[in-house]
Protein backbone atom coordinates (compact mmCIF):
# COMPACT_ATOMS: atom_id res chain seq x y z
CA UNK A 1 0.00 0.00 0.00
CA UNK A 2 1.36 3.71 -0.95
CA UNK A 3 1.70 6.06 1.79
CA UNK A 4 2.16 9.72 1.30
CA UNK A 5 3.38 12.00 3.95
CA UNK A 6 3.21 16.20 2.95
CA UNK A 7 5.88 18.64 4.72
CA UNK A 8 7.20 21.92 4.29
CA UNK A 9 3.90 24.22 4.63
CA UNK A 10 4.13 27.28 7.07
CA UNK A 11 3.58 30.98 6.53
CA UNK A 12 4.58 33.23 3.90
CA UNK A 13 5.07 37.22 3.54
CA UNK A 14 4.37 38.44 0.02
CA UNK A 15 6.65 37.36 -2.62
CA UNK A 16 7.67 34.51 -0.74
CA UNK A 17 8.74 31.01 -1.71
CA UNK A 18 8.22 27.43 0.09
CA UNK A 19 9.27 23.77 -0.97
CA UNK A 20 6.69 21.29 0.00
CA UNK A 21 7.59 18.06 -0.03
CA UNK A 22 5.45 14.66 -0.50
CA UNK A 23 7.15 11.23 1.37
CA UNK A 24 6.41 8.30 -0.28
CA UNK A 25 6.70 4.75 0.69
CA UNK A 26 5.35 1.58 -0.26
CA UNK A 27 6.11 1.67 -4.17
CA UNK A 28 8.82 3.81 -6.58
CA UNK A 29 7.92 7.76 -6.66
CA UNK A 30 8.29 7.16 -10.07
CA UNK A 31 6.26 3.89 -10.68
CA UNK A 32 2.97 5.98 -9.86
CA UNK A 33 1.82 9.27 -11.32
CA UNK A 34 1.85 11.87 -8.73
CA UNK A 35 -0.31 15.39 -8.20
CA UNK A 36 -0.69 18.43 -5.94
CA UNK A 37 -3.84 19.48 -5.04
CA UNK A 38 -5.03 22.31 -2.98
CA UNK A 39 -8.20 23.00 -1.23
CA UNK A 40 -9.61 26.27 0.53
CA UNK A 41 -13.13 26.38 2.63
CA UNK A 42 -15.90 26.23 0.49
CA UNK A 43 -14.48 25.84 -2.45
CA UNK A 44 -13.99 22.50 -4.76
CA UNK A 45 -10.23 20.05 -4.07
CA UNK A 46 -7.86 21.60 -7.26
CA UNK A 47 -5.13 19.69 -8.75
CA UNK A 48 -2.35 22.51 -9.76
CA UNK A 49 0.62 20.29 -10.47
CA UNK A 50 0.78 16.29 -11.75
CA UNK A 51 3.99 14.61 -12.94
CA UNK A 52 3.58 11.01 -14.87
CA UNK A 53 5.07 7.83 -13.76
CA UNK A 54 8.46 7.80 -15.11
CA UNK A 55 8.24 11.71 -14.92
CA UNK A 56 8.11 12.19 -18.91
CA UNK A 57 5.26 14.79 -18.52
CA UNK A 58 4.31 17.48 -16.12
CA UNK A 59 1.08 19.23 -15.80
CA UNK A 60 0.15 22.87 -14.02
CA UNK A 61 -2.64 24.60 -13.53
CA UNK A 62 -2.93 27.98 -15.47
CA UNK A 63 -3.24 30.29 -12.45
CA UNK A 64 0.38 28.55 -10.96
CA UNK A 65 2.32 28.31 -14.52
CA UNK A 66 5.72 30.14 -14.37
CA UNK A 67 5.84 30.34 -10.93
CA UNK A 68 5.03 26.75 -9.32
CA UNK A 69 7.20 23.92 -10.19
CA UNK A 70 6.77 19.85 -9.60
CA UNK A 71 9.73 17.37 -9.14
CA UNK A 72 10.45 14.47 -8.17
CA UNK A 73 14.07 12.27 -6.68
CA UNK A 74 13.82 8.81 -6.99
CA UNK A 75 16.90 8.65 -4.69
CA UNK A 76 14.91 10.14 -1.97
CA UNK A 77 11.75 8.61 -2.74
CA UNK A 78 10.27 11.96 -2.77
CA UNK A 79 8.10 14.47 -4.69
CA UNK A 80 8.39 18.06 -4.18
CA UNK A 81 6.31 21.44 -5.57
CA UNK A 82 8.31 24.73 -5.49
CA UNK A 83 6.13 27.59 -5.08
CA UNK A 84 7.08 31.12 -5.52
CA UNK A 85 5.53 34.62 -5.89
CA UNK A 86 2.49 32.60 -3.41
CA UNK A 87 -0.34 34.81 -3.42
CA UNK A 88 -3.14 35.48 -1.14
CA UNK A 89 -5.68 33.65 -2.61
CA UNK A 90 -3.31 30.86 -2.71
CA UNK A 91 -3.36 30.08 0.81
CA UNK A 92 -5.13 26.45 1.51
CA UNK A 93 -4.23 22.71 2.86
CA UNK A 94 -2.14 21.30 -0.19
CA UNK A 95 -2.02 17.45 -0.21
CA UNK A 96 0.04 14.86 -2.33
CA UNK A 97 -2.10 12.34 -4.08
CA UNK A 98 -0.82 8.91 -6.52
CA UNK A 99 -2.68 6.36 -8.33
CA UNK A 100 -0.96 4.30 -11.19
CA UNK A 101 -3.77 5.70 -13.13
CA UNK A 102 -3.02 9.27 -14.68
CA UNK A 103 -6.44 10.53 -15.25
CA UNK A 104 -8.00 9.46 -12.11
CA UNK A 105 -5.27 10.34 -10.02
CA UNK A 106 -5.31 14.36 -11.48
CA UNK A 107 -9.69 13.56 -11.26
CA UNK A 108 -9.00 13.71 -7.37
CA UNK A 109 -9.93 10.19 -7.32
CA UNK A 110 -6.74 8.56 -6.54
CA UNK A 111 -6.03 5.88 -4.14
CA UNK A 112 -3.38 7.00 -2.01
CA UNK A 113 -3.06 10.83 -0.94
CA UNK A 114 -1.18 12.51 2.27
CA UNK A 115 -2.73 13.97 5.45
CA UNK A 116 -2.20 17.69 3.99
CA UNK A 117 -0.16 20.74 5.04
CA UNK A 118 -1.44 24.35 5.72
CA UNK A 119 0.07 27.08 3.55
CA UNK A 120 -0.92 30.35 4.21
CA UNK A 121 0.33 33.54 2.50
CA UNK A 122 0.42 36.52 5.36
CA UNK A 123 -1.90 39.65 4.51
Known amino acids: KVQLRESGGGSVQAGGSLRLSCAVSGARADSISMGWFRQTPGKKRENIAA????????YYADSVKGRFTISRDTSQNMMFLQMNDIKTEETAVYSCASDRAWTRMRNGAGVSWGQGTQVTRCT
Open 51 to 58: ILTGGTFT
